[in-house]
């Protein structure tokens, strides 16, 4: 396995020799590198798989703490915003790879396997690590080999990205995962209502709408909701606009007047006042402070 992970780091640098995030040809694939260790801070998470290939982070959810490095995978089953940790490796930038999680592809995969029958009823994290193996770690290096060529991703990628989603389901703690495509089980309706509130998160939601959506009391939404996310409805709603608005603001340029009118808050100051307890800084300085950060 440690010459798959040289061979990851190798690609990695060569596809993203700058730092950030970056969109990849293959649809769902985000490649990521960071060349300075960072404390906690908030952070936004989608419903993926990451594998980092060099460097560790460290994720942290209410009481919970989760690390991931090569010796461990990260897996969303649903989207979360939640706070993170990065650490440089003194070889060189943190470099990972990311898969989309698209719940009709893991029902199609169970469907396949023949199982069809719904583990027995408990309501897991939308978080977890598990050991990195070396079937997971050479799809991943696959992927990115894929990525070298325009055919390749086109034609091999989402073949790929299929397999790697196939592993993560049959390997530890992939039963989390399962949950996604239970019509019937709590897990899979609150990350319906979560989707729900990342597509359209600039809408008024009321929680009795969004629990009768999810087919639950108020009351049983509210734990069911607090189980998956550790946060309430409303945290994680706010949560949710407050990074939608710092994206529009630091990669897209929107002023903070407009982010905030974007994301559905009707009040200015109310923004303002709520984006500094949440990041610490205001929106107009946190927006110029990492395009000055950018442009260096």
Do not use: W
Not at 45 to 61: D, H, M, P, W
Not at 75 to 93: N, W
């Amino acid at each position: 396995m440690v010459n798959t992970k040289r061979k990851m780091v190798e690609l990695l640098e060569q596809q993203l020799p700058e730092e950030g995030v970056a969109a990849t040809s293959i649809d769902g694939i985000k490649l990521y590198r960071v060349d300075r260790s960072f404390t906690r801070k908030p952070a936004s998470y989608n419903s993926e798989i990451i594998i980092i290939a060099q460097g560790e982070k460290r994720v942290f959810l209410g009481d919970d703490v989760y690390t991931y490095n090569p010796s461990r995978y990260l897996v969303l089953p649903v989207p979360l915003p939640a706070e993170c940790e990065a650490m440089v490796s003194p070889d060189g930038p943190l470099l990972g790879i990311s898969v989309k999680v698209d719940p009709l592809t893991v029902g199609e995969i169970l469907l396949e396997l023949d199982e069809t029958r719904p583990p027995a009823e408990y309501l897991h994290k939308g978080i977890y690590t598990a050991p990195m193996t070396e079937s997971i770690a050479d799809t991943a290096l696959r992927l990115l080999e894929a990525l070298s060529s325009p055919d390749d991703g086109r034609i091999l990628g989402p073949m790929i990205m299929r397999e790697m989603i196939y592993r993560v389901l049959r390997g530890e703690n992939g039963e989390a995962l399962q949950a996604l495509a239970y019509r019937d089980r709590r897990f899979f309706q609150i990350a319906k209502v979560l989707n729900k509130i990342h597509e359209t998160y600039h809408q008024d939601h009321d929680i009795k709408s969004l629990a009768m959506e999810a087919g639950m009391s108020i009351s049983s939404f509210h734990t069911s909701f607090k189980a998956v996310t550790d946060a309430s409805p409303l945290q994680y709603i706010k949560s949710v606009r407050l990074h939608k608005a710092r994206e529009l603001m630091t990669q897209d340029g929107v002023n903070a007047y407009n982010a905030a009118l974007r994301v559905g808050y009707e009040s200015p100051s109310q923004f303002n006042r709520e984006y500094k307890r949440f990041f610490g800084i205001t929106p107009a300085r946190d927006a110029a402070g990492i395009l000055n950060e950018n442009a260096s």
